[in-house]
């Protein structure tokens, strides 16, 4: 998916606002480190990543196949 709102976007008291804002989702939780996310997104078959440039922003998400997880509903 590529979203219009890279640098190009921002007014110049947002400046780096797409760029963070694509970092923040891989950086982790309030309770699990970047780490412990990654492992368990990809322990999964899952993954997460997002970038930023000048005229887009892309957000990107894999999952696997859906599965049965215990407690999971």
Known sequence: MLV??????EEPFEG????????????GTASRSAEQ???EVEALGATVAGD?????????ARSAPPISLPGWT
Do not use: E, M, Q
């Open 4 to 9: 219009a709102a890279g640098s190009r976007h």
């Open 16 to 27: 780096g606002a797409a760029r963070l804002t694509a970092l923040l989702l891989t950086s």
């Open 37 to 39: 996310y990654t492992k």
């Open 52 to 60: 930023a440039t000048r005229d887009f922003a892309t957000p990107r």
